[in-house]
């Protein structure tokens, strides 16, 4: 996967971006700054854990008062999590500091962190980076700022779309982090997408809810997240289009583009997995309905058997089907077909091969697909995974050391 | 742990064991046999995995019908699961074969199976087993039968109590078979729990589903459990108490004793997870209710990231505050306390120390201890887990083949 050059994507019209290095990590860039020439119209999704991370909580509260933004500011190398008033009191801090830099309200900057857990923030590298940071702004800058929000990513993310809605030209343009997928609900996820699409709120929630649905959340399982992942969609109108409401032919073309930035940031933070060495896609059809196709798909693109399965190229269907089974989700397993790779192993609940791995070649590749279909219904879902390999075991036993 | 000589158990009266080779597996013993010569009041639980091993249904539509046997006999190397009608037919033939061999009616032998999924089982071997399987039949073979249902164990699992109710002599003695408990939803558990106390069905089954949720159920999350899974409880009433009911006292001293017995073998089960090098108590107080406490506790012993820290020496609390509140209960992060191995590490939310390996010397021995408070009430649980290392994925990237 290249995602370095420059010419590979886009950016929306009216945003600035920038990305520096301040001093809380050693030597990565840790700062990004996302930057809107125009008000934006705001839409986000934050972390279900009871435990919430500062900046999380903060946001949250600006949000629930303000439905407009200018900019984001992301901090790399610390969480700010489990850090309780001081936390929260150094969040605002950051808020303050960057509005005041940008000449904004301070209403109008919302601001995440991803990192260490536990650790009160180390202000003073934090705070002097405000302004070689809002001096950094351009256009240029889209990969200084996804450098600036990775934490232990092995490489940055950044998707970008451009359409036509009607005569108009829109860009939608997104940058995310992810890493330790493996076990999903532990992975800290940001994802900062931005457009210059004309949308209002109300269409721009029900993107990002529908998007999220299909992109982020399918690298999750049952909402079980992280304490500070952060999905925020912002929208300043600069392509100058008829304005998008919930519906109608506009609508969709702005979720079909949407969708596609989304999924692909979702892939580039599966493959770029700790430690992992193969993407997997598991699709499960026939289910009753596509939320209990989801729940298969979420529970054997969880199980660390299969992930161990695919890391070890062996075909072991049983563990998918076991998997399958203790999803939760009530199947007739005599009706059920698996598929690896394109290749059949079971068929309507009857085994269609002896395992051996000599006579069958699958999980060669660094993209494996696992198909299950039910045969009970309509019901269809897509899973995004990882395997797992003894390099994760050592990049995750000794990470605060 | 030394769990290999017969002077460290007590068998009950009347109950006879044998294990052999017959030649599912290459070498290691892979039949065994639990038998009693009086009838036994039965209690029995099975996997609520919607795909079910053949035994595990025949076992169900047995017991369904009648409430008493007198026999079980187990075969490990393969599981019988994913096999059709085939696999049903095949499960009743060892039914058949083995109540004819020991002169006693179909519905008084039960059949489990465990081993690798999706494959027809070799009969051949099993049915010649059963003879000399027969004929091993002894009370001193008791490590035999416990080997007999082993897969990847590396030792075997036996625990008993001796006590008295009133003036009578009682025993409780259990094997069990665990392994692969990284992930303990895919592990198959088996476990064969054998009393001469003389107790009522009904209160045998009370006293059953208890234990269970104290042991095997404490290192399993949420009822999801392997295609195999498996506990029965045989009571043949040798010791000639006066009968156990629901209730009093001789029904808590048989309840007490039962669970000193299913926890041993569930934390033998634990401390033998694939490629596990430590044991892990996780201890949840504070919460609103048991329930409660139990689904914290079983986030925080079911979490990747906690398990390889626990591997890494890494007094990481953070994954562990993360992992509880990913668990679904809502509680205050404000509150909650964490120490490990005794120490205090967060305190009212408050982190007490800056987490350092060189000066904080934690997770060094063999066993580990986590206890989390969240100060919202009285519920409390106790979980058992083991730590990740390399070795669980080599173990499990290759086992088909």
């Not at 050693?26 to 809107?36: E, I």
């Not at 896609?281 to 660390?304: F, T």
Request: with cysteine; charged share 25%; hydrophobic share 40%.
């Amino acid at each position: 996967v290249k995602h370095n050059s420059a010419a590979e994507w886009h950016t929306p019209k009216g945003f600035l971006f920038s990305g520096i290095h301040c001093g809380v990590k050693k030597k990565r860039k840790d700062l990004a700054l996302f930057y809107s020439n125009k008000d934006c119209n705001v839409s986000a999704l934050f972390t279900r854990n009871a435990v919430k991370a500062a900046p999380v909580a903060l946001a949250q509260e600006q949000l629930a008062r303000h439905g407009q933004i200018r900019a984001v500011v992301v901090n790399s190398g610390n969480a700010n999590c489990m850090t309780g008033k001081r936390g929260l009191a150094d969040a605002r801090k950051m808020v303050k500091a960057m509005s005041k830099t940008l000449g904004l309200k301070a209403q109008e900057v919302l601001v995440s962190s991803t990192g260490i857990i536990g650790q009160y923030m180390d202000m003073k590298p934090i705070l002097a980076g405000m302004k070689p940071l809002a001096l950094g702004l351009s256009c240029e800058a889209l990969s200084d700022a996804a450098d600036g929000i990775m934490t232990t990513d092995l490489f940055r993310k950044i998707s970008s779309r451009k359409f036509h809605i009607l005569d108009k030209e829109v860009v939608i343009t997104g940058v995310a982090k992810g890493a330790g997928m493996i076990k999903p609900d532990m992975a800290t996820m940001l994802g900062y997408i931005m457009t210059d699409a004309n949308i209002t709120k109300k269409a721009l929630e029900k993107a990002l809810r529908k998007t999220t649905d299909l992109s982020f959340n399918a690298i999750t399982v049952d909402g079980d997240m992280s304490t500070n992942d952060t999905v925020i969609l912002m929208a300043n109108g600069e392509a100058d289009n008829r304005i998008i409401t919930g519906g109608g032919r506009p609508m969709e073309i702005f979720q079909d583009n949407l969708n596609a930035v989304t999924r692909e940031l979702a892939s580039m933070i599966v493959k770029d997995g700790e430690g992992a060495s193969k993407f997997i896609e598991v699709r499960v059809h026939g289910a009753k309905d596509d939320r209990q196709a989801k729940k298969v798909a979420g529970a054997i693109a969880d199980s660390l058997l299969v992930k161990c399965a695919v890391a070890g190229g062996d075909p072991n269907w049983g563990r998918i089907a076991s998997s399958a089974g203790a999803s939760g989700v009530r199947f007739d397993p005599e009706k059920m077909d698996i598929k690896l790779d394109g290749i059949v192993f079971l068929k309507a609940g009857k085994a269609s091969r002896r395992i051996n791995r000599k006579s069958t070649s699958v999980f060669k590749g660094s993209e494996v697909l696992i198909e299950v279909d039910l045969h009970s219904g309509k019901g269809k879902a897509v899973f995004y995974s990882c395997d797992i390999t003894k390099k994760y075991i050592t990049l995750n036993s000794y990470y605060t050391t």
